[in-house]
C-alpha cells in the first residue's frame, strides 16, 4: 500500500493547455503540500493544506490552484501552461511529528 | 528569512571511503532538521531528523548532530556503499513546531560512489 501517490507519473502537454494532477494519501495526515523542482533539482514549496483549508501559498502564479476535495486528496490544477512550468511536481503529506512523506512525483514537460 | 547552505557537488567517492556533507542554517526560532535522500527517478525518503539542539539523528549508518552554536547539521557515514549513490538534501522545518510547516530545502548534493 502506497502512504503518497500521485497521478500520473509523466505529464506531456503543450503550451496553454490546462491539466491536473492528483495526489492521495493514506496515512490519515492533516496536512498536505505541493513542491515543485527544478531541472537542477532546487525544491521549492508552493502550497501547504492543513484540513482542506490553505495555510501557505508562495509565490506562485494564479495558474496553479490546489483543490483539497477531502483530507486525504490534494489535486493540482495548471490552467494556460507555460515552458517554465516544466519541473517535477511532488505532493507531500506531515503528521505532528516534523516528518513529511512524500509521493513519486510528477514530472511535467511542457512543449 | 529561512535558508541552507550545503555543499555543491557532485561528490565522488571511492566505496569504503568516509562521508562528510556540510550543511548549514539560517533559521528564526528552533527549526527542525532534516536529510532527506532522492534516488534515481523516485521521490524524497526522509533519511534521518533532529528536533533540538545536540540531538543527533542515524539511520542507515548515516548520523548528522544539530549544533546550534555553529548552525550546521552535516551528514557522515563512516563506509559509503555503491548503493548510497544519490542525492541528498538538507531540510529545515520553516517555523518551531506544527505538522503544518512546510520545508525550506538547500540545493542537493549529487554523491557517486564509485566501486
Known amino acids: 500500500d502506497t502512504a503518497v501517490s500521485q497521478t500520473p507519473k509523466y505529464l506531456v502537454t503543450q503550451m496553454g493547455n490546462d491539466k491536473s494532477i492528483k495526489c492521495e494519501q493514506n496515512?490519515?495526515?492533516?496536512?498536505m503540500y505541493w513542491y515543485k523542482q527544478d531541472s537542477k533539482k532546487f525544491l521549492k514549496i508552493m502550497f501547504s493544506?492543513?484540513?482542506?483549508?490553505?495555510?501557505i501559498n508562495e509565490t506562485v502564479p494564479n495558474r496553479f490552484s490546489p483543490k483539497s476535495p477531502d483530507k486525504a486528496h490534494l489535486n493540482l490544477h495548471i490552467n494556460s501552461l507555460e515552458l517554465g512550468d516544466s519541473a517535477v511536481y511532488f505532493c507531500?503529506?506531515?503528521?505532528?511529528?516534523?516528518?513529511?512523506?512524500f509521493g513519486p512525483g510528477t514530472r511535467l514537460t511542457v512543449t | 528569512g529561512n535558508s541552507v547552505t550545503q555543499m555543491e557537488g557532485p561528490v565522488t567517492l571511492s566505496e569504503e571511503a568516509f562521508l562528510t556533507i556540510n550543511c548549514t542554517y539560517t533559521?528564526?526560532?528552533?527549526?527542525?532538521l532534516f536529510w532527506y535522500v532522492q534516488y534515481p527517478g523516485e521521490g524524497l525518503q526522509l533519511l534521518l531528523k533532529?528536533?533540538?539542539?545536540?540531538d543527533k539523528g542515524s539511520n542507515k549508518g548515516f548520523e548528522a548532530t544539530y549544533r546550534k552554536e555553529t548552525t550546521s547539521f552535516h551528514l557522515e557515514k563512516g563506509s559509503v556503499q555503491v548503493s548510497d549513490s544519490a542525492v541528498y538534501f538538507c531540510?529545515?522545518?520553516?517555523?518551531?513546531?506544527?505538522?503544518?510547516?512546510?520545508?525550506?530545502f538547500g540545493k542537493g548534493t549529487h554523491l557517486i560512489i564509485q566501486p
Open positions: 531540510a529545515l522545518s520553516r517555523r518551531s513546531g506544527g505538522g503544518a510547516d512546510g520545508l525550506t
Open positions: 493544506y492543513n484540513n482542506k483549508e490553505l495555510i
Open positions: 507531500a503529506t506531515a503528521g505532528g511529528n516534523y516528518e513529511q512523506y
Open positions: 496515512l490519515g495526515h492533516d496536512t
Open positions: 533532529a528536533t533540538k539542539a545536540d
Open positions: 533559521a528564526t526560532g528552533y527549526p527542525s
